[in-house]
T-cell receptor, first 114, second 114 residues
Framework: DQQVKQNSPSLSVQEGRISILNCDYTNSMFDYFLWYKKYPAEGPTFLIS?????DKNEDGRFTVFLNKSAKHLSLHIVPSQPGDSAVYFCAASAGGGTASKLTFGTGTRLQVTL | DSGVTQTPKHLITATGQRVTLRCSPR?????VYWYQQSLDQGLQFLIQYYNGEERAKGNILERFSAQQFPDLHSELNLSSLELGDSALYFCASSVEPGGTGELFFGEGSRLTVL
């Protein structure tokens, strides 16, 4: 039972354009959401997070939007840069963001082309 | 560099064998987490230790066990290995037992069971 779903395995975007990565979840108890980025041969690195009390969180070129009624979140990268090419994992937790109970999606591979 | 060190990076072994994966957390981090990533799957939480004590358990098989030592490094023991245990095993660390989900991941140990 995949509680966190990233339905697009891959996404290709031109440099300078907006990248939008999507994530859906089924567990209504999830109240904290995170995005991790992973380069080949490296571990995932934390990118940005959002609590369920907010619907938007911004950090530089990265913005995460949360739509609780639709159980959907998205990561926007503007403008996209070649260095953003990586696999992006959406993760969720229930109970105040307890790290041990992070449920990850299967990832979306983003390729930013010149 | 996340500061989390995992060894070995690659391991090839046969079914029925036993292996030990090692993790050194970031300096100052008391919590260690183990995650498994099988092919085309998200990261699955296995187990968490905080300051030497087991804190939380996920979908960890009975054939698997872990411990955290007084110097805070952790080992994940996998025994009676099966083909399906082939995966990337990540260790992560954080300062707090629960934290805000901002885990720092190692580069992973890739296990291949033949």
């Amino acid at each position: 039972d995949q509680q966190v779903k990233q339905n697009s395995p891959s996404l290709s975007v031109q440099e300078g354009r907006i990248s939008i990565l999507n994530c859906d979840y089924t567990n209504s108890m999830f109240d904290y959401f995170l995005w991790y980025k992973k380069y080949p041969a490296e571990g995932p690195t934390f990118l940005i997070s959002i609590s369920s009390i907010k619907d938007k969180n911004e950090d530089g070129r990265f913005t995460v939007f949360l739509n609780k009624s639709a159980k959907h979140l998205s990561l926007h990268i503007v403008p996209s840069q070649p260095g953003d090419s990586a696999v992006y994992f959406c993760a969720a937790s229930a109970g105040g963001g307890t790290a041990s109970k992070l449920t990850f999606g299967t990832g979306t591979r983003l390729q930013v082309t010149l | 560099d996340s500061g989390v060190t995992q060894t070995p990076k690659h391991l090839i072994t046969a079914t029925g064998q036993r292996v030990t994966l090692r993790c050194s957390p970031r300096s100052g981090d008391l919590s260690v987490y183990w995650y498994q990533q099988s092919l085309d799957q998200g990261l699955q939480f296995l187990i968490q230790y905080y300051n030497g004590e087991e804190r939380a358990k996920g979908n960890i098989l009975e054939r698997f066990s872990a411990q955290q030592f007084p110097d805070l490094h952790s080992e994940l023991n996998l025994s009676s290995l099966e083909l399906g245990d082939s995966a990337l095993y990540f260790c992560a660390s954080s300062v707090e037992p629960g934290g805000t989900g901002e885990l720092f991941f190692g580069e992973g140990s890739r296990l291949t069971v033949l």
